[in-house]
């Protein structure tokens, strides 16, 4: 196993070219958020722009739109359930987000058949949260696309039938080969499994137990594959280490960490990260 270290970071983060313009930086559309769960939703619409996503379009409940645009005026909407609107969104994306505060219920499970049905082998695409447990309670198959899954051990357990306490790199690694997905296994210790490779994440803290978080992890993964799509599974490597690293900064000084602040550092984090001298090893040690 693989310790992953802020030099990916450093490495995947680079300045801008000076001729560049938003379409440079990819298009990330991002589907969730019911009328009960708008809140994660729009956290991950937060982390996708502020993690420098060159065009973000949300498609939500129409409920949800008011409070998009208040928060994240950046980003743009789209109604959920407009289903020729979104297969079209899907489509043109770089990266698509698919599952914070989507729910379960039947018009959530139309919504992630459209999504998958649209989507592109040159693609990435997250699933996250309930979209997960979706797919594990149908049975669904993987999209031919470039798969990120990020569960959580509970939604890792229904997708894999891997116990929690059973969850080793071990255990893990098959299947994680047979759904041909890069998996983002979130826990004290996050874990990432790529292929033939495992990567942990040494870093955290307690004071990201707060709602939300993982729905800005699913927005940071997507605005970072996104732009940096070329880094292929080093850009959800950088994500996760970047997450982490500014929660870490802030909870230095607070009791909790909001994941709204994580977005709102991000910026100047990957600003000072950019800069740093490109190191010539390759962002992990055993």
Request: net charge neutral; charged share 15%; with cysteine.
């Amino acid at each position: 196993m693989k310790k992953i270290n802020s030099q990916i970071v450093s490495e995947v983060v680079r300045p801008r070219p000076a001729d560049s313009f938003k379409g440079t930086y990819g298009k990330v559309t991002l589907v969730g958020g019911n009328e009960n769960f708008g809140g994660a939703i729009i956290m991950a619409t937060m982390a996708a722009v502020y993690s420098g996503a060159g065009l973000v379009t949300t498609c939500t409940a129409s409920l949800n739109a008011g409070a998009l645009h208040a928060q994240v005026p950046e980003a743009m909407f789209a109604d959920i359930n407009n289903d020729p609107q979104l297969a079209n969104l899907v489509e043109k994306a770089t990266t698509v987000v698919v599952g914070p505060g989507l729910g379960d219920d039947q018009s959530s499970t139309h919504t992630l058949h459209v999504v998958l049905d649209h989507v592109k082998r040159e693609q990435t695409v997250v699933i996250d949260g309930s979209a997960i447990t979706i797919m594990a309670r149908d049975n669904l198959s993987m999209p031919d696309a470039r798969v990120v899954l990020t569960p959580h051990q509970m939604e890792w357990q229904r997708l894999s039938g891997i116990k929690i306490a059973n969850q080793q790199p071990t255990a893990n690694q098959p299947i994680v080969k047979s759904l041909g997905a890069t998996v983002v296994l979130k826990s004290h210790r996050t874990e990432i499994y790529d292929r033939d490779q495992v990567y942990q994440l040494p870093i955290g803290t307690p004071a990201q137990a707060v709602g939300g978080m993982g729905d800005t992890l699913a927005g940071m993964v997507g605005g970072f594959t996104a732009q940096f799509h070329q880094q292929g599974v080093r850009a959800v490597l950088a994500a996760v280490y970047a997450h982490s690293d500014v929660a870490e900064q802030i909870a230095s000084h607070q009791y909790i960490v909001l994941p709204h602040q994580i977005s709102r550092a991000l910026p100047a984090y990957m600003k000072k990260m950019s800069l740093q001298t490109k190191p010539h090893t390759i962002g992990f040690h055993n």
